[in-house]
């Protein structure tokens, strides 16, 4: 299908992700992929357009290593005059879990709890005491329609099961290249390792490795009798706090710090980097756990967890949302 100036108008839903492979999942993920046509004079990003279901879609990726604190915002603005008729965002990528309830390769949807907020963004100031971490804003949260939807998205999974495993199922029967790296493999081994065992670095033999043209396996060094022991779990889907800083973490001793400090009520399940999304159009967060913001923190995970989330918000749109009806229809 060839989309003009005139087809644009109905795309109602912006996709947004952060990196190319989240791009190119949501782009194999599509049930349909349409030929953009249309001239968008003013606006410099670049967009996969098709259709989800009974939603067209337009998805773009942040520009390539372009970080500063209104990329979202800016990139959000963009979509909206290229496509005007977007009455929400999904922002689909990849996440820290923190431990134990999250796991890797499950997904966070970014919701407010009884007592939290959907997001927080945090701080972390550095005092003659030592480093702290603080709790400095929450934006709003998801419209209520997004969450309505979310309600009905959570009540028909848990009555029909998943659509994730055949989503990426026939993702990768359509795009066989995808499979070994999208695809759940024997070769992604979740292993948590104790906060306090730090990543021992094995730079040279991962360059040998890739010399010889194989994957050197990730924490070859790291001693798996300080990983805690845990039973293998199907994929789950969690609900609750997105937190948002402006640094990434890397070390499992600050990741518990940063539980703890910002409290171990508010039962923070995923890092994000960056500020926390201030949108004016309602948007909705899926991330899908790559690592545990620990020092052993391998790419291993990251294009199979960028499968996952992508497959969720395609389950999202595809069993939960209501279409864009009439211009009077918003969220
Ligand atoms: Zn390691």
Not at 11 to 19: A, E, K, R, T
Not at 73 to 97: D, K, N, Q, R
Not at 103 to 112: A, C, E, T, Y
Not at 165 to 178: F, K, Q, V
Request: some cysteine; aromatic content about 8%; hydrophobic content about 35%.
């Amino acid at each position: 299908m060839t989309v003009d100036s005139e087809g644009i108008k109905t795309y109602w839903v912006g996709w947004i992700c952060s990196l190319p492979e989240e791009m190119k999942a949501a782009r194999a993920l599509l049930d349909e992929v349409h030929q953009d046509q249309a001239k968008r004079p003013g606006c410099s990003n670049s967009f996969i357009i098709g259709s989800i279901g009974n939603h067209n879609v337009a998805i773009t990726c942040l520009p390539k290593h372009t970080f500063h604190d209104d990329i979202i915002e800016a990139t959000v603005e963009c979509m909206t005059s290229a496509f005007p008729s977007v009455y929400c965002i999904l922002l689909v990528g990849v996440g820290s879990g923190i431990p134990s309830k999250v796991r890797l390769g499950d997904v966070v949807i970014g919701s407010p709890t009884f007592d939290h907020q959907a997001a927080i963004q945090w701080e972390l100031r550095n005092t003659k005491e030592g480093n702290s971490f603080h709790h400095i804003r929450s934006p709003a949260d998801p419209s209520h329609r997004l969450l309505a939807a979310l309600s009905k998205f959570e009540a028909l999974r848990a009555l029909n099961g998943s659509k994730i495993p055949s989503y990426i199922e026939r993702m990768a029967a359509r795009y066989p290249d995808l499979e070994a790296r999208y695809s759940k493999s024997d070769g992604l081994v979740d292993i948590l390792f104790r906060s306090t065992c730090a990543h021992i670095d094995d730079t040279a033999a991962v360059v040998e490795a890739r010399r010889n043209g194989y994957e050197e396996e990730a924490c070859n060094l790291c001693d798996k009798t300080k990983a805690i022991e845990r039973k293998p779990m199907e994929t789950e889907i969690h609900y609750g706090t997105i937190a948002y800083g402006n640094q990434e973490i890397k070390d499992g001793t600050l990741r518990d710090q940063l539980k703890r400090e910002l409290g171990d009520d508010i039962g923070i399940l995923c890092l994000d980097w960056g500020n926390t999304p201030n949108l004016k159009v309602p948007h909705l967060v899926f991330r899908g756990i790559c690592d545990y913001a620990d020092s052993h923190n391998s790419q291993e995970w990251r294009k199979y967890a960028a499968a996952v989330a992508a497959a969720c918000a395609k389950e999202y749109l595809s069993i939960a949302m209501p279409a864009r009806i009439s211009d009077t229809h918003y969220l």
